[in-house]
């Protein structure tokens, strides 16, 4: 199983291992489930507003992008990673992550499963009380 997780917000100051760049709870939250869901490290992926789909131990610098701006990575360049990264045929694809990230994920994967938007949860603190549930 594949999952792509979204990136966050809160960042460490310098470059880091992506997984390790993000600080956020919600980041945290989602990690968690896709370390119990994958059943390898290699099959996590971060969605990067800015870098696009990046593997957790790909080292970033610290960025201010958020995946609405204007300088935000596209649809396209999510695809082309995807095809790169040999995603494209994957049958079993989960997506975490805030609507506005999803929404370009399903662009590209369409058949995946986003259960936060799929069960429609909403709200940050009852979409992380379900993840923690879920990482048990």
Same mark, same amino acid.
């Given at each position: =199983?594949i999952?792509?997780?979204?990136?966050g #917000? *809160?960042? &460490?100051?310098v470059?880091?291992?992506?997984?390790?760049? %993000?600080t956020?709870t919600y980041?945290k939250? =989602?990690f968690?489930?896709?370390r119990?869901? #994958? *059943?390898? &490290?290699e099959d996590i992926y971060?969605?990067?507003?800015? %870098?696009?789909?990046v593997?957790?131990?790909r080292?970033?610098?610290?960025?201010?992008?958020?995946?609405?701006?204007?300088d935000?990575?596209?649809i396209?360049?999510?695809?082309d990673?995807?095809e790169?990264?040999?995603l494209?045929?994957?049958?079993?694809i989960?997506?975490?992550?805030?609507?506005?990230?999803v929404?370009?994920l399903?662009?590209?994967?369409p058949?995946?499963?986003?259960?936060?938007?799929?069960?429609k949860?909403?709200?940050?603190?009852?979409q992380?009380?379900?993840?923690?549930?879920?990482?048990?």
């Amino acid at each position: =199983m594949i999952v792509i997780i979204s990136c966050g #917000a *809160s960042k &460490r100051s310098v470059r880091a291992p992506a997984w390790k760049l %993000y600080t956020g709870t919600y980041f945290k939250a =989602m990690f968690s489930c896709a370390r119990k869901w #994958a *059943s390898r &490290r290699e099959d996590i992926y971060i969605l990067s507003a800015k %870098y696009g789909l990046v593997q957790m131990d790909r080292v970033l610098p610290p960025y201010d992008t958020r995946i609405a701006s204007p300088d935000a990575v596209t649809i396209q360049e999510v695809r082309d990673q995807a095809e790169q990264f040999g995603l494209m045929d994957s049958q079993d694809i989960i997506l975490l992550g805030g609507k506005d990230y999803v929404s370009v994920l399903k662009a590209v994967f369409p058949s995946a499963k986003a259960p936060l938007q799929d069960m429609k949860i909403g709200g940050m603190g009852k979409q992380m009380q379900v993840m923690k549930r879920w990482a048990r």
